[in-house]
């Protein structure tokens, strides 16, 4: 079946413990993508990747991190999280940044 | 920057009626225009996408493309309590940019 996951689901961590959340899809698409939604903000994209070790910043990058070692994974890395990060998080992954994209299942991250 | 407005709603719509929600643009050289279906805590889901002018149907969904107005809009015929949810109009990347612009998204609430 193709998919997009990502681990943890769930994430209630305090202010500056680092964390990664892992991305993965299986349909061996070259465009990833990390996305934030916020009540009343909409979905807004945090960073992006067309390949292997290329990625680039989307509309609201401070405070995170991404890594693209592989074509499948794309983790999202919050090296000090604040509670201003405390957000509705989800991975995407499409065959290039023009064409519709495949979501996963969010990830719930609460920063005390 | 690239906008997409929608209307938050909510819309409200009987069973069995048509729903139009609507979706306008910022910028002109956009060439690919999607419909998202988002339920509470749930990731988007692709429901159309539409890259010409003029109506793309597909089973109860109709996508309805204006470049030369910079508008979109889904129409959603015999409406059904299942299609109560949160749908979101989102751009392409353009303009050498390879970030797509989601808008906030339409509440649609149908009663039977």
């Known amino acids: 079946e193709a998919q997009v996951t990502q681990n943890p689901r769930y994430l209630i961590t305090v202010t500056g413990k680092k964390l990664t959340v892992t991305c993965s899809q299986n349909?061996?698409?070259?465009?990833m993508s990390w996305y934030r939604q916020d009540p009343g903000l909409g979905l807004r994209q945090i960073y992006y990747s067309m390949n292997v070790e290329v990625t680039d910043k989307g509309d609201v990058p401070e405070g995170y991190k991404v890594s693209r070692k592989e074509k499948r994974n794309f983790p999202l890395i919050l090296e000090s999280p604040s509670p201003n990060q405390t957000s509705l998080y989800f991975c995407?992954?499409?065959?290039?940044?023009?064409?519709?994209?495949?979501f996963g299942p969010g990830t719930r991250l609460t920063v005390t | 920057q690239k906008e997409v407005e929608q209307n938050s709603g909510p819309l409200s719509v009987p069973e069995g009626a048509i729903a139009s929600l609507n979706c306008t643009y910022s910028d002109r050289v956009s060439q690919s225009f999607f419909w998202y279906r988002q339920y509470s805590g749930k990731s988007p889901e692709l429901i159309m996408s539409i890259y010409s002018n003029g109506d793309k149907e597909d089973g109860r969904f109709t996508a309805q493309l204006n470049k030369a107005s910079q508008y979109v809009s889904l129409l959603i015929r015999d409406s059904q309590p299942s299609d109560s949810a949160t749908y979101l109009c989102?751009?392409?990347?353009?303009?050498?940019?390879?970030?797509?612009?989601f808008g906030r998204g339409t509440s649609l609430i149908v009663h039977p």
């Open positions: 349909m061996n698409h070259e465009y």
């Open positions: 989102a751009v392409d990347a353009s303009g050498g940019s390879y970030i797509p612009t």
């Open positions: 995407a992954s499409s065959s290039d940044g023009y064409y519709e994209q495949y």
